[in-house]
């Protein structure tokens, strides 16, 4: 699919999760972690969704041979990394299905009084209320006073879910009132359904799949993960491309059935 795949040591197909759109950019990675050229940003805005993504029969000695869409394209390389957020579990359900758990918050932005300037920064900063599990933005360039329930609720399907905001207003408004009394009737400006995609702890799921030793899976980012990519890429792709001990913190035998929150 790409002709211009960086020389490295390994071929190594990346697969993306625009989450915008819940669509998929499938772009070569070298072992310098090189940006998608521009035939691979193209090609990417055609491609199918995570639930027609499909693994290519097994070889023997348990490597993959590629990926396939249901629509037939076939991408081929000697090493895949699934870094897919919330739609890991579907392209592993056996695996994955119960071990990383989507569900669904809710962010908000709210609009402080005009001329009002204690909301936006220097004078506020970033800040998390861990015992009441809710945390807020600052407001920049006018978007709103970003809030947002840190909790993990229901389980949530990114494809079909429900992404009309609002179940969780009340309940954030009755915290500013107490917390933000300057906030307490401000309006509501802006509000997103994201997702998270947790671990059993809330820590990364960086490890080998146990059947496919060609393939890595890389997940349970929840709302951190586009803030650590950048480490973490370097970290996945350095034990790629050099080998290594992977943290036994990260590793698929630490992840269980059954969520206990330690990391935040």
């Known amino acids: 699919m790409f002709d211009d795949v960086a020389a490295s040591p390994y071929t190594v197909a990346t697969i993306e999760m625009c989450r915008t759109q819940h669509r998929c950019i499938l772009a070569p990675l070298s072992t310098r972690l090189e940006k998608p ?11 199918p969704s995570w639930s027609r993504l499909l693994l290519l029969p097994v070889e023997d000695g348990g490597l993959a041979t590629g990926v396939a869409t249901r629509f037939g394209e076939r991408i081929g390389g000697a090493v895949f990394i699934f870094a897919c ?27 402080p009084p005009a001329g009002d300037s204690r909301f936006a920064p220097p004078a506020m900063p970033a800040w998390i209320d861990f015992g009441e599990e809710l945390y807020g933005i600052p407001d920049i360039e006018a978007r709103g006073f970003k809030i947002s329930l840190d909790r993990h609720g229901a389980p949530f399907d990114p494809d079909t879910g429900d992404r009309v905001a609002g179940e969780t207003i009340a309940a954030v408004r009755a915290y500013m009132a107490r917390r933000f009394p300057a906030l307490r009737d401000a309006p509501l400006v802006a509000a997103e359904v994201c997702q998270y995609e947790n671990t059993c702890n809330g820590d990364f799921l960086i490890d080998r799949h146990p059947g496919l030793e060609n393939v890595w899976l890389v997940g349970g980012g929840s709302g951190h993960g586009f803030k650590h990519g950048p480490v973490v890429g370097e970290y996945v792709a350095r034990l790629v491309a050099e080998g290594g001990v992977i943290d036994e913190r990260f590793r698929l035998a630490t992840k269980e059935k059954v969520q206990q929150r330690a990391v935040y």
């Open 85 to 111: 957020g919330p739609w890991l579990p579907k392209l592993f359900p056996d695996l994955l299905g119960d071990r990383i758990f989507v569900t669904r918050p809710e962010v908000l932005y709210f609009g």
């Open 37 to 47: 050229t521009p035939i691979a940003r193209a090609k990417a805005r055609n491609l």
